[in-house]
């Protein structure tokens, strides 16, 4: 059924629910992050639910005639969901919620717990239902557009994005986020990670592994790094790509194609997007004006 989460286990009930379209759902770091976007459209619905991973849900068109949530036995919410409506349920909740007369697109972010231990725990962290931010909004819809459009964002995005979102949580709840780290990062750590990234320019390139090799957390490290380079971690490994692409589009033997896939691009369209948001023209013009 539309409604089911992907991740955890619980009971559902759901009567008169409306075909839709089938979910649109992309995973990173094999399975600790999943977005996931569909329409759920019926007359009535109930479950209970647990889930390993933390649950970040954004309503982004549609309403409920009432919407009634409680986690662990407490209620949390009792009125209507519509556009804009976020919610956040922290990893191993028990959430059980009531729907009546619900026609909703939303997007969802599952963010599996022990990858993200460091940003608190079912204890410490908030529970969240149908409350509102524009920043976790803007993230949330600006990801749907992109695999909307049919690419798969990088990893390191993907994972900015989640510690991001992690982060706005806290501020949601009024509890102060964790203490910021001042200063750029040191010009040792710094060529460490520059180098990984040259290394390793064709394969997957995770933030986690980058943060790691600064011994920092994820948040912190990206902070330090955007100081140090003036970008943000995703940033820089595009923009690498993107220079790695130069040199090669100046070789009229190496097919397009072929470029992409060997700088880790998903797909020749996604390689074409990224050069054209970085060079303002596709790498066929680039190329075409190299040779003019």
């Not at 990062?185 to 790691?212: F, H, M, P």
Request: proline share 5%; aromatic share 8%.
């Amino acid at each position: 059924m539309a409604l089911t989460p992907m991740i955890g286990e619980g009971q559902l009930r759901v009567t008169h629910e409306a075909p839709s379209e089938p979910p649109d759902t992309r995973s990173w770091l094999d399975g600790a992050i999943v977005f996931d976007h569909r329409r759920w459209s019926c007359r009535e619905a109930e479950l209970t639910w647990t889930a390993p991973s933390h649950l970040i849900v954004l309503t982004h068109t549609g309403k409920t005639a009432r919407t009634r949530v409680s986690c662990s036995g407490e209620l949390v919410y009792d009125g209507r969901d519509g556009p804009g409506a976020l919610s956040f349920i922290p990893a191993g909740v028990e959430r059980s919620g009531s729907y009546r007369e619900a026609d909703l697109v939303y997007s969802a972010l599952w963010l599996d717990h022990a990858q993200f231990k460091r940003e608190g725990s079912a204890e410490t962290l908030p529970i969240l239902v149908n409350r509102a931010d524009a920043v976790i909004t803007t993230l949330l819809t600006a990801l749907h557009d992109d695999i909307a459009h049919g690419s798969k964002p990088d990893t390191a995005y993907v994972e900015h994005l989640a510690a991001v979102a992690m982060h706005r949580v806290m501020a949601l709840d009024g509890a102060k986020p964790p203490p910021a780290t001042h200063g750029a990062l040191g010009k040792v750590t710094l060529r460490r990670v520059q180098e990984y990234v040259e290394e390793r320019l064709g394969g997957e390139i995770r933030l986690s592994d980058l943060a790691a090799l600064a011994d920092m957390e994820i948040d912190s490290f990206a902070r330090r790094f955007r100081a140090a380079t003036g970008m943000a971690p995703y940033a820089f490994v595009i923009e690498r790509r993107i220079c790695r692409a130069e040199q090669l589009l100046a070789n009229a033997d190496h097919e397009i194609a072929l470029i992409a896939a060997r700088l880790g691009f998903s797909s020749q369209s996604h390689f074409t997007t990224a050069f054209k948001r970085q060079r303002g023209m596709t790498p066929r013009a680039y190329r075409q004006q190299l040779f003019s």
